[in-house]
């Protein structure tokens, strides 16, 4: 079993930063693919980034070159800075938790474990 809880999430202007952190309990914490995923009002929850255990990294084209994803695993913490930060940012932002590794990272029904999400609202 895997507990994550999501934390940094506020409110800021655009072309502002955030840095959400989610840190872990359990077991072999360095062995699971990590990810962001936020969800809009009225919309789905969609995929933001992903880590591996081996630190490869993927991101939505939404975000890239602006969001960066990084995991300190002797901390069991996975980190998101966002910096020049959007309106259409604004969302629950979730940490999610897959054993290994699936390349449909991208899927919410790839992970197994979930934390309970952060809001971040970004005004213009």
């Known amino acids: 079993q895997v507990q994550l809880v999501e934390s940094g999430g506020g409110l800021v202007q655009a072309g502002g930063s955030l840095r959400l952190s989610c840190a872990a309990s359990g077991r072999s914490f360095s062995s699971y693919t990590l990810a962001w995923f936020r969800q809009a009002p009225g919309k789905e929850r969609e995929f933001v980034t992903i880590?591996?255990?081996?630190?490869?990294?993927y991101y939505a084209d939404s975000v890239k070159g602006r969001f960066t994803i990084s995991r300190d695993n002797a901390k069991m913490t996975v980190y998101l800075q966002m910096n020049s930060l959007k309106p259409e940012d604004t969302a629950v932002y979730y940490c999610?938790?897959?054993?290994?590794?699936?390349?449909?990272?991208?899927?919410?029904?790839?992970?197994?474990?979930w934390g309970q999400g952060t809001q971040v609202t970004v005004s213009s």
């Open positions: 999610a938790a897959m054993f290994g590794y699936s390349s449909s990272y991208y899927y919410t029904g790839s992970y197994d474990y």
């Open positions: 880590i591996r255990w081996g630190g490869a990294k």
